[in-house]
């Protein structure tokens, strides 16, 4: 590392600065393999051996976090428990070398752990020629724990002087750490250059985690979040359950799955595209509420609220139908933003979002015809399939009424819908699992929730007429037929399973990946998915 003498040997650093042979913009490190940034860390680690200083340990120590030893120190202060020279207790914290000052025969450095930055001081007078002539061979993203008192420098930020450090992990790669400053009015760090490239960050998430405070804290978030669910389902006597992925048969949704072989089996099984007929098999088998949070897979295209594989929470309650689904879904909702985020009304990409109950709610029927400027069930399918088409540019010449009302909905009608609103009471052709409604045989007892413009919930009075289910699932083969290729499988099993009896009963499906998007405000299904699905890297552009 390069020494500069100061003036002020105890001044504090405020500026993340690479050492010399460290990159300053967002250029990607894999194509670096043979480069001189590499060639050099390698050239450190060999030297590290040859002095015997191990460069992977297989433990530490660690006595506090570094939000821990701040608030230790500022006890001690409050306390007037410092000794005579301003110290504190001695700690032991671990984390990675983010910035490193140099200053003649003293050092300061920043690392990070899981509870944010502290400052570590290193003199040569304490370490000793040898200990302080090793640090040349640190880099900024080397793991580090060391050792020392914490004091408060002239400028006010805590720090630990290190008596005596420890390498435990030697970053072989240089991180795209961006340059930082401190802004000398609000303290604020600003972030001028670094890992920019959105696929970059995408592809290589640990390094975007690494060099991103606030990636980290949305996946905290999304955490909370899902704890969240968990807390008001489990709260209300629902048992969480695991049902099978990999399935005979696939269905709960109109979708495209994606399939698999199953050589011992000789089988054709295909990745789950929802959890809903395995979870009403239980209700028929007297589990009165279930609830199941996991990966569901469509193979369908990816844009910035579809990714193929996604995480879904369903939940079922016999006894219950769609209006009591809606009123547990208003006080979920308010539960979780308020456990998450501290409020009940959330910022979403400049939109103020209140989950405050009730919701808006507004009819399908309704919503569609003022869309349309007329009275879609007058309309023939051909007819709405060159609107359809008219609107979302797609090729629906396969595509069955439903399918055809559901992109009309999408395109006239969703974005419109920012706040929570449940539009209700869908026409039959787009619910197959869905009731009758018990006022209008034209329509089906099922709700959808938006929020954002975006579906977030999906949500039935379930259909539990075993004779009903069969003649709809094979009025879907018929669409199939006709070259609709998002229709639902007849399912002999689950028929099977309807025969035994099945109570009434409500269920909700919930978009997790959106719901924490929306609480995170993060404009992007992959901003809260830790890996999401992209193109191998020697295919091309993104």
């Known amino acids: 590392m390069t020494r500069k003498p100061s003036s002020n040997p105890t001044e504090t650093a405020r500026e993340s600065e690479p050492t010399q042979q460290e990159p300053t913009t967002g250029s990607s490190p894999s194509d670096e393999s043979d480069s001189h940034l590499l060639k050099v860390r390698r050239e450190k680690l060999q030297a590290l051996k040859e002095k015997g200083i191990r460069p992977f340990a297989y433990r530490f120590e660690r006595t506090h976090r570094s939000d821990e030893a701040r608030s230790r120190f500022v006890e001690m202060e409050e306390a007037e428990a410092l000794d005579e020279k301003g110290k504190g207790d001695e700690v032991r914290v671990a984390g990675r070398i983010l910035s490193w000052r140099s200053h003649g025969k003293s050092a300061f450095a920043h690392i990070e752990d899981g509870g944010g930055r502290i400052q570590l001081y290193f003199r040569l007078n304490i370490l000793g020629q040898e200990r302080f002539e090793d640090l040349d061979l640190l880099d900024l993203g080397d793991w580090l724990g060391v050792e020392g008192r914490l004091f408060r420098t002239r400028t006010g930020e805590i720090t630990v002087e290190v008596n005596d450090w420890e390498l435990l992990s030697k970053s072989l790669r240089p991180l795209p750490l961006g340059k930082e400053e401190v802004d000398p009015e609000s303290g604020e760090r600003i972030v001028h250059s670094g890992f920019a490239d959105t696929q970059s960050r995408y592809r290589q998430r640990y390094a975007d985690l690494a060099v991103h405070p606030e990636v980290r804290e949305t996946f905290r978030l999304r955490s909370r979040m899902v704890t969240a669910l968990r807390r008001f389902l489990d709260a209300r006597e629902y048992l969480e359950v695991e049902t099978p992925i990999l399935q005979p048969i696939y269905g709960g949704a109109a979708a495209r799955p994606f399939t698999t072989y199953h050589n011992a089996l000789d089988t054709t099984l295909y990745l789950r595209i929802a959890d809903e007929l395995y979870l009403k098999r239980l209700i028929v088998g007297g589990m009165e509420r279930v609830y199941e949070i996991g990966k569901d897979f469509r193979n369908e295209g990816i844009d910035r609220s579809h990714n193929p594989e996604f995480t879904m929470l369903e939940f079922y309650q016999a006894f219950a139908d769609y209006h009591d689904m809606m009123e547990l879904v208003e006080a979920m909702l308010a539960t979780v933003a308020r456990e998450t985020t501290g409020d009940t009304t959330v910022s979403y990409q400049g939109e103020e979002i209140d989950f405050s109950p009730p919701f808006e709610r507004v009819s399908f029927v309704d919503a569609?015809?003022?869309?349309?400027?007329?009275?879609f069930r007058e309309l023939d399918e051909a007819a709405l399939r060159d609107r359809a088409e008219g609107l979302t540019g797609d090729d629906l010449s396969g595509a069955g009424r439903g399918r055809l009302?559901?992109?009309?909905?999408?395109?006239?009608?969703?974005?419109?819908?920012?706040?929570?609103?449940?539009?209700?009471?869908?026409?039959?052709?787009?619910?197959?699992?869905?009731?009758?409604?018990?006022?209008?045989?034209?329509?089906?007892?099922?709700?959808?929730?938006?929020?954002?413009?975006?579906?977030l919930a999906n949500a039935f009075s379930e259909l539990n007429d075993p004779l009903d289910q069969r003649s709809r699932f094979?009025?879907?083969?018929?669409?199939?037929?006709?070259?609709?290729?998002?229709?639902h499988p007849l399912d002999e099993d689950f028929l099977r399973a309807m025969e035994y009896g099945m109570p009434p009963t409500g269920g909700v499906g919930i978009g997790v990946d959106r719901l924490a998007m929306i609480l995170a405000d993060r404009p992007s299904i992959r901003d809260v998915i830790l890996f999401p699905t992209l193109r191998p890297e020697d295919g091309g552009q993104e």
């Open 368 to 375: 569609l015809t003022e869309g349309l400027g007329e009275d």
């Open 405 to 455: 009302l559901d992109k009309l909905f999408g395109a006239l009608v969703e974005p419109s819908l920012v706040q929570p609103t449940f539009v209700v009471d869908y026409p039959v052709e787009l619910s197959p699992l869905a009731k009758l409604h018990r006022e209008d045989s034209r329509l089906t007892e099922r709700f959808e929730l938006f929020v954002a413009g975006r579906e």
């Open 474 to 487: 094979e009025t879907q083969l018929g669409l199939k037929e006709a070259g609709d290729d998002e229709t």
